[in-house]
């Protein structure tokens, strides 16, 4: 495998444990993010052969990516290879005028900025440390070091957040006018804290919260937005602010991830690097890889995967191909339901279709 | 053994007066069996049986007493096996009627009476339990003599627990009970009181003797039949499988016929010696029809071919089981059955599931009805869904119940059977206490759980008893189900047209909380031919997505697609709706508690 033009690094260190987060994280441990750098980049010389000599993106993500100390950051990024996007994580409360400064001039080309609400209360909930105003300052500080392609992750569907709740957010949001939103509806996995704690508000609100995804996707379309994937909006105009490394993802293509916990997908095989900040350093300074596992992925699964991401997005699918992993019965009734469409070798959901994607996929599956 | 010297009797009673307790105590008085081998309830082999205390096979076991052969004929001890008691008192000269000292006479106490009395029994009266603390000898054999119209000295007081009076028991069945009258001289001539299967043997006929005698190895015949047959083996129950040579005029035992399918032998038939071969069968046994019948389904519709061997199997022992291949939409490939009643029903299902390993789905269970067509030809309809849109008539059977109660519940027992369509026959009182009710009730309404309400509106103390009484005209229609506009057949039932509205509108409601929300609105609706007459909206569903997907996730979320795949998979397809089986299940479960 080489050519790989997509690349994932993996940042696990966090302030703190978000009650709702199921990311790999590591906390409290500001002394290791120099060894941690350091096992990154040595994995990337093992790697360096699967890789192309440019990249299309790169997507330093986390945990915060911005938490980790300056200098190790500074080191991470000197490393990597040239790419066309490189984007970064950030949380609102880790931005200085002074990361920002060295983010852009390290080769960033885009942040996306956690900042999931703007109301104290429901940032409260969701165990965030920044404020509103901490958003704010932090989305200035980026546009002062100019960059231009800066995008904003909101969560919704938070316990207590009301609809009058939603459209404060998104108002707030708005404001701001950045060049790409994330939107995601809360995640209750079983098993958290979080879930714990709220999983019988949740409940209780699952009525009231189902409407919230439609509203989301009016009012941003309503201001200019595309909504271009199941999550993710862009704003429109000459430039295509589309997440050009998540494209990838939804397209299929290869990536390679790096770091603790990071997930690779090599033509047929998904491997993942285990969890767990030690063991992940402690192998690569015996100059070994991380341990890892590993999933064949046949062409069956590749399809099926092919389909599913594809479907997230607005551009039709190409079924060419993938035509094995779809029922066609299904493929008709979804389109007498007025769910999808199909033309000339492709399949598209309709708008209805879309909200109903994940069902209407499990449906069209072979 | 000389006829005079034989003594062929049953023992009756209402459930859990101590019938089983007795005949245990008898073998263990006779020796038949050791205290040490001694099982409680020995005659009671299956062990559903003994879970629920009540027996179902019918078996004969053969002690000694005083140079006397004495054969205890054990007889099923429930409503639904009435049919089953008949047939065992047949093949005896005399019945011991078993009495709770505590409880008094109840509903089956009055039914077997009567059955013993219509098969020209003499009749042992015998109250049981005395030595219970609240127990009432006399007041239970008061109510006896009264029954039976003999002195009250006449019945014995015993306990089958502690063994107290067993040794008058036995005394009195060969002092009281008539030596069966037969010519041992004559064409051999027995009858087949009941049968069973055994895999290496075949069938195994239980038989009374009446004229002349067999011997091994003589060739057979079933005389209604034609079936010929070699007696490979013949025997008695002592109560372990005792082979003789010979089996005589007066004498119970088994025939092992080496048949290998069960229909070549009916219970009921007489069988005669080919050499000497009986000009006249003895008079047989009128065919029992069922009356009650449910669809069995398979939940996992891969088991239909396991779920109908084991019919198969079950029949082999169950004269009484009926099935026939049934299809539904909704619940795919299964079997229609007929069966006595709601206990046989339970029976069967539980031992399907139980010694088959079986999951089912098994439907509200409806009665037979008679419906004039258009045409003029009446039919007999075992399934809802056949029911006829258009229909002339339609006629459903009727049972005459007899309930014994306290007279303080009799209130609350009138009114259930007002709320049952019921017409009141009459009200005796037993004792200044108790009392008996006779009503006639349409049979579907008995199959409605309402045994449970009689116990629980009677904290218990009601016994209960039917007979058919034949078919009666009723204002009957069919409610059907649909779902999406596609009518599920499984659903559809038959009701009293006043009862249409409210369980249409119940089924309804119960649906929309069973049915997950789909991708498009699903209406729900009961109708009466074309007439809706309840309905429902499971409305679509707004929003089904996974959140957020990307590279570090995609296996969880195809494997979570893939699941919701995969559920989809198990669920009913009822035109485009997707019902999960539970539904189903809630909805037929809803059929068993009525209002």
């Known amino acids: 495998m080489s050519g790989v033009r997509h690349l994932y690094v993996h940042l696990p260190f966090c302030a703190r444990r978000c009650g709702y987060c199921d990311f790999v994280t590591s906390v409290g441990r500001e002394s290791e993010h120099g060894r941690y750098v350091d096992a990154l980049v040595a994995e990337l010389a093992l790697e360096r052969d699967v890789l192309a000599p440019e990249l299309e993106t790169i997507f330093l993500g986390g945990g915060t990516p911005t938490f980790t100390q300056p200098d190790a950051l500074a080191r991470l990024l000197r490393a990597l290879p040239p790419a066309e996007e490189l984007t970064v994580e950030a949380n609102p409360e880790t931005m200085t005028p002074e990361l920002a400064a060295l983010l852009r001039d390290r080769g960033a080309t885009r942040v996306s900025l956690g900042a999931q609400s703007f109301q104290p209360h429901l940032l409260q909930v969701l165990e965030r440390r920044a404020q509103p105003d901490d958003v704010r300052r932090a989305f200035y500080r980026l546009r002062d070091a100019n960059f231009d392609n800066v995008s904003l992750d909101l969560i919704y569907g938070i316990p207590g957040q009301s609809a009058a709740d939603l459209e404060r957010d998104l108002d707030h949001a708005l404001a701001l006018e950045p060049d790409h939103l994330s939107c995601y509806e809360l995640e209750a996995k079983p098993g958290t804290r979080f879930t714990h704690t709220y999983g019988d508000e949740l409940a209780r609100q699952a009525d009231a919260l189902e409407g919230y995804f439609e509203r989301v996707v009016e009012r941003l379309t309503a201001a200019g937005y595309r909504w271009y994937e199941t999550a993710n909006f862009c704003r429109t105009g000459t430039r295509d602010f589309r997440a050009r490394h998540n494209l990838a993802y939804w397209r299929g293509r290869d990536y390679l991830g790096l770091g603790t916990g990071a997930v690779s997908t090599l033509g047929d095989v998904r491997r993942r690097n285990l969890p767990g900040l030690a063991r992940y350093v402690a192998a690569l300074e015996r100059g070994e890889s991380p341990p890892r596992e590993l999933e064949p992925l046949d062409a069956e699964v590749r399809a099926r995967e092919r389909v599913m991401l594809g479907l997230r997005l607005d551009e039709p699918l190409t079924v060419v191909g993938f035509e094995r992993a779809l029922d066609t019965a299904a493929v008709e009734r979804l389109e007498r339901l007025g769910l999808t469409t199909t033309a000339q070798g492709t399949l598209a959901l309709t708008t209805r279709g879309r909200f109903l994607g994940g069902g209407v996929t499990a449906e069209l599956l072979a | ?595």
């Open chain 2, 1 to 595: 053994m000389p006829l005079d010297r034989i003594r062929n009797f049953s023992i009756i009673a209402h459930i859990d007066h101590g019938k089983s307790t007795l005949a245990d105590r008898i073998l263990e008085l006779t020796h038949a069996v050791s205290s040490r081998e001694m099982r409680a309830q020995l005659l009671d082999s299956m062990d559903l049986e003994r879970e629920r205390g009540i027996t179902i096979k019918a078996q004969a076991v053969r002690v000694l007493w005083r140079d006397h052969q004495l054969n205890l004929i054990d007889t099923p001890g429930h409503v639904d096996f009435t049919y089953e008691v008949s047939r065992s008192l047949q093949a005896c000269e005399g019945a011991l009627l078993v009495v709770d000292a505590a409880q008094g006479i109840e509903a089956q106490t009055l039914a077997n009476a009567y059955l013993a009395l219509e098969n020209n029994l003499e009749i042992i009266p015998v109250v049981n339990k005395i030595d219970l603390p609240q127990a009432d000898p006399d007041g239970a054999a008061a109510q006896l003599a009264e029954l039976l119209g003999v002195d009250a000295a006449d019945v014995l007081r015993i306990s089958a627990k502690t063994g107290q009076g067993v040794e008058d028991v036995l005394d009195a069945v060969v002092a009281r009970i008539p030596a069966p009258s037969g010519e041992p001289d004559a064409s051999a001539r027995a009858l087949i009181f009941d049968s069973s299967y055994d895999q290496y043997r075949g069938v195994v006929a239980f038989v009374r003797v009446v004229d002349g005698a067999f011997a091994t190895r003589e060739p057979l015949r079933a005389m209604a039949l034609g079936t010929r047959f070699e007696a490979q083996e013949l025997g008695f129950f002592a109560p372990a499988m005792r082979a003789a040579p010979t089996l005589a005029a007066g004498e119970v035992g088994y025939v092992i016929t080496g048949l290998k399918d069960v229909s070549e032998l009916r219970v009921g038939d007489t069988i005669t010696s080919e050499h000497r071969s009986a000009s006249e069968a003895l008079p047989g046994y009128k065919d029992v029809k069922p009356m009650v019948f449910a669809g069995l389904f398979p939940t996992d519709s891969d088991a239909y071919p396991e779920l109908r061997d084991a019919l198969e199997k079950l029949k082999l022992n169950d004269a009484a089981l009926m099935y026939e291949p049934e299809t539904s939409n909704a619940l795919g490939f299964g079997f229609r059955c007929g069966f006595l009643g709601l206990l046989h029903m339970e029976i069967v299902r539980e031992r399907l599931e139980r010694e088959f390993d079986l999951d089912l789905l098994v439907t509200a269970p409806n009665v037979a009805y008679r419906v004039k067509e258009k045409n003029g030809d009446w039919i007999e309809v075992h399934n809802p869904a056949e029911f006829p849109a258009e229909v002339e008539d339609v006629e459903e059977p009727y049972v005459r119940a007899s309930i014994i109660l306290p007279k303080e519940h009799v209130g609350a027992i009138m009114e259930l059977n007002n709320e049952r369509r019921g017409r009141f026959d009459h009200l005796e009182y037993l004792s200044t206490e108790r009392v008996h009710l006779t009503y006639e009730l349409p049979l579907a309404e008995i199959v409605l759980d309402y045994y449970d309400q009689l116990k629980s509106r009677s904290r218990g103390y009601a016994s209960f008893d039917y007979d058919l009484v034949g078919f009666r005209p009723g204002e009957l229609v069919r409610v059907d189900v649909l779902v999406g506009g596609e009518p599920v057949d499984a659903l559809s039932l038959i009701v009293h047209r006043e009862f249409a509205y409210t369980r249409g509108k119940m089924l309804v409601d119960k649906l929309r909380e069973e049915i997950p929300r789909q991708m498009f609105d699903v209406a729900i609706q009961a109708a009466i031919g074309s007439r809706v007459i309840a309905r429902e909206t499971v409305k679509a569903r707004r929003k089904d997505v996974l959140a957020k997907c990307y590279g570090g996730d995609i296996t969880r979320k195809r494997k979570l697609i893939e699941k919701q795949k995969a559920g989809k998979k198990r669920m009913k397809q009822v035109g485009a709706v997707e019902v999960p089986q539970e539904a189903f299940l809630a909805v037929l479960n809803l059929g068993d508690t009525k209002q």
